[in-house]
């Protein structure tokens, strides 16, 4: 093959017209292809729009075409639309629409792919979808927004056990609120008001002025952590719980005179009960002597319940108290204190970061009740 082969017949098999050699080496097409000029930033921080959105290409035939396959190419559709009348509408899936007068068993489907598309574990998915079947037996073809309080009553009424009245409860309670938060095709709950099992409230014994005293002298004489821990119970209500989930930024010492403690932040199971308790000069002393002995790294006090059960009665014999003493009954005292001096039940409901429902109000009646005053 010769030179002018060579430049005429490439090795794709596509002719082309001859080539000249252009400074610096390169070839050009003589004359040059029709087509949009080259696009180039050159000398511009940036391309314009339209050269943007331009197909890449130098013929104007493939740019049109590119242009049109791109004009027709259909939207991506989303898996789930929810829509604002209370329905929620698969577009891709199979399940039919859910409304208020949907069937249990397609509510069902719903909530297991919500369960699913969570990562909740297996074992959480079939428990509830178990649980929703059994509930499905029992009532029969009932439409969701028929479902009352008597087919709750029913199907918790009928568990042979205490554990299963409870894992049934816990079962519809997030299934309905699914239906009410999430679905948004009803607004009554049906499971509202039941309980996992009944309780006999009984009346607490708070400590006297005395014995709380005794308490907090015994725990200044106990290991460095016991006496902050002991006071946050006793004089703030924190539980054990939320004394566990305690940590050193909680507490804003900005105002020596008034530190404020941060109750519940870490907490997801109390989520929207958090409250910013006042603390004194005397927690500020114990917290101090405390940390000028350790240095938590992450929580404040980095032990678990055992150990806070077991320094309080550690604390209470020290203290040489003879009735019995736990974590809750710091936190009885602490209400009891705040109802003499005048907290009625809302406001103890909030001291206490209790939920505003039935049995949260029978709980603090007690402590009203203590504290009244004697009968003369």
Known sequence: MDEHDANTIPLDGFEREPSTPTRRGRRHSDPQPAGPPH????????????????????????????????????????????????????????????????????????????????????????????DLQTLETMIGPKPLHRIDRADVARYLGEAETRSTRKRRLTTIRRFFRFLIDDARVLKIDPTEGFFPHQITLRLPIPLFPNEQQALLDAADADEPWSAPAVHLMLRLGLTRGELLGLRPEHIDRSDETQPVVFVGFETTARRGLARRMAADDEFIRRLDEYLAAEEPVDTLFPVGPPAVNTMVDRVRKRAGLAKGITPQTLRYTFAVEHARQGADTDRLLELLGLVDDPRNRASVGRYLQLASPPLG
């Open 39 to 130: 696009r180039t930033t050159r000398g511009r921080d940036a391309v314009t729009s339209d050269e943007r959105d331009a197909a890449p290409s130098s013929s104007r035939a493939m740019s049109a075409l590119e242009a049109d396959e791109h004009r027709l190419r259909p939207e991506q559709l989303a898996l789930v639309d929810h829509l604002p009348h209370g329905t929620t509408t698969p577009l891709l899936g199979g399940l039919a629409p859910l409304e208020s007068s949907s069937s249990l068993p397609l509510a069902r489907s719903w909530y297991r792919r919500d369960l699913e598309q969570a990562r909740r574990p297996k074992n959480t998915v079939e428990s509830y979808s178990y």
